[in-house]
């Protein structure tokens, strides 16, 4: 299953994905609050295993990257080479499907030419619905990034916000966006928090560390109720 999994704050459901080497490359589900899974929605319309790390949901739509990165698993097996490469003839894609989909009937697909995104950052509806908005870095070369995927992977893959719930005031952005730091010139370790609301992400905590949090490492920011709830 992905590691970038998208809990609805309202509903408390879970959404997400899984993909493999062989059709369907791509299959999408959900969790109910309680944790029981829903039925599978296997993606046909996803022609050959593309590198699909990460994906967005809206209020009503789940929508997934197709990008020039590539899946090869069976030139690892059989050639002993890398099962991830890149195919620079194909055209990136994002595929927009209902949300709560039994099948994939009305998915569709856009072309998106030279927009392969490996994480996206939020996304949202407007006009209604009819548009759907979309933030995610943009891969700018693929061959650089097979090269130091570890650290492309966490140079937009650390930070993360956490809502403030305490003394809050219910803003979408009333919180904080918390992050490992690793200076490699000087091997200083430091976990920051940072006001999610100042326009430069001001520095309202930080934390030295003793050791060094692997790059590539993926967080989860559990909440002290959530955390007693699965006590319960
Ligand atoms: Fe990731």
Redesign the pocket.
């Known amino acids: 299953m992905t ?2 999994p998208k809990k609805d704050p309202i509903t408390g459901e879970l959404f997400a994905f899984r993909y493999g080497p062989m059709p369907p490359f791509v299959t999408y589900f959900r969790f109910d609050p309680a944790g029981n899974k829903g039925a599978d929605v296997p993606i046909f319309s996803v022609k050959q295993p593309s590198f699909l ?2 994906f967005a949901v809206t209020e009503h739509y789940a929508i997934f990257p197709e990008i020039q990165i590539v899946m090869n698993p069976m030139g690892m097996v059989v050639g002993g080479g890398s099962p991830v490469g890149a195919d620079p003839g194909m055209v990136p894609r994002l595929g927009v499907i209902p949300k709560y989909a039994a099948d994939e009937s009305e998915m569709r697909w856009f072309e998106v030419p030279g927009f392969n995104m490996m ?1 996206s950052v939020n996304a949202w509806e407007e006009a209604g619905g009819e548009e759907i908005v979309m933030v995610a870095p943009n891969i700018l070369s693929i061959e650089h990034t097979l090269e130091r995927m570890e650290l492309i ?1 966490a140079s937009v ?1 650390l930070p993360f916000f956490v809502p403030d719930d305490v003394e809050g005031n219910g803003d979408e952005d009333d919180g904080y966006v918390v992050c490992y730091v690793h200076d490699e010139g000087t091997g200083d370790n430091r976990f920051v928090v940072m006001d999610a609301q100042s326009p430069e992400l001001d520095i309202v905590a930080e934390v030295q560390l003793p050791s060094r949090v692997p790059y590539g490492f ?1 967080g989860l920011f559990v909440t002290k109720a959530e955390l007693r709830s699965q006590h319960q």
């Open positions: 590691a970038h790390h990460d994480h992977h893959e993926h």
